[in-house]
């Protein structure tokens, strides 16, 4: 009894390894598939960094009033102290090239959501047409392919504008 | 997934407030220094703000992690299982996120 439940959770462990390995190669490996599928990785792969960005920034805010412990108003001059230290220990290359990433992911999915919410909405799309070779999606029309590599072109510049102010290049 | 192309909207404009407080309205350093920080959250309207852009980024946020996870595994239970237990974890980050907002509001 013990052994078979034993079996099925190395059955479960393996096909959710396998389940896993198939899910990243789908989402984050778009070798050899269209620019709209690039998109759609580089969507994905922003999302999950600024996500993470974000639960990082609401817990080093938090040390403007003192920290995760603080639940009163508590004396300015605590609260000083401890953002001043938070801040130093921010205040360093390795953080401030993050920041230039972050940058450049928040950049491209803002304005490839721009794309996707119109896409959303019906407006943008490729006319329905019988399908010819090479097989080009019709949905991501021209106007789409140009917002998309507008977002990328925004994402650079917010790099670069990002890299000015925290290194002074 | 209306609320998310909603909050997604929001997002840019609540957002494009926020970024333009700190990077264009004076040096970077400068804004961050605490009493640069702090004016911002005793300013009404930018406290208002930030409190609404907290808002939409947490559901935004999460319910991207949401969407992700129940299309890399399919299943009732799953589904049920990681919407909860992202909406706690929303609820959390929202409550210490306003935690911040309103006493930072109401420091001397």
């Known amino acids: 009894m013990l052994g078979e439940h034993n079996f099925g959770v190395v059955l479960m462990a393996e096909g959710l390894a396998k389940e896993l ?3 990243l190669f789908g989402w984050f490996y778009p070798v050899h598939y269209n620019l709209e599928r690039w998109a759609y990785a580089l969507q994905r792969v922003s999302g999950i960094a600024v996500t993470a960005y974000f639960l990082a920034h609401i817990v080093e805010t938090g040390n403007v009033v003192g920290g995760m412990g603080v639940w009163n108003v508590p004396s300015g001059d605590f609260a ?6 938070t801040f130093h220990f921010l205040d360093n290359p390795l953080f401030d090239t993050g920041l230039i990433v ?8 803002s304005i490839n959501g721009i794309r996707l919410t119109l ?3 019906g407006f943008l799309q490729g006319k329905p047409s019988r399908p010819d070779f090479p097989y ?9 392919r140009a917002i998309f590599w507008i977002s990328v072109l ?9 890299l000015n102010v925290f290194f002074g290049v | 997934m209306l609320l998310h192309y909603a909050t997604g909207l929001g997002i840019l404009v609540a957002g494009g407030v926020h970024l333009a407080t700190v990077f264009l309205t004076g040096p970077y350093l ?5 009493g640069s920080v702090l004016a911002v959250y005793k300013n009404l309207i930018l406290a208002a703000t ?3 852009l907290l808002l939409f980024v947490d559901y935004h946020a999460l319910n991207g992690i949401r969407v992700i996870l129940i299309e890399f595994h399919q299943g009732a239970g799953w589904e049920r299982g990681v919407s909860w237990i992202l909406a706690v974890a929303g609820i959390l980050l929202l409550v210490y996120g306003t935690r911040t907002i309103l006493i930072a509001n109401a420091l001397a």
């Open chain 1, 102 to 109: 972050i940058g450049f992911m928040l950049a491209y999915h």
């Open chain 2, 50 to 52: 930030l409190e609404l």
């Open chain 1, 119 to 121: 896409a959303e909405f």
């Open chain 1, 154 to 162: 925004f994402a650079v510049a917010t790099a670069i504008y990002a």
């Open chain 1, 21 to 23: 390995k198939r899910a």
């Open chain 2, 30 to 34: 400068q804004n961050l220094a605490f």
């Open chain 1, 136 to 144: 080009e999606p019709k949905s991501f029309s021209k106007a789409q």
């Open chain 1, 80 to 85: 000083e102290a401890i953002w001043t230290a």
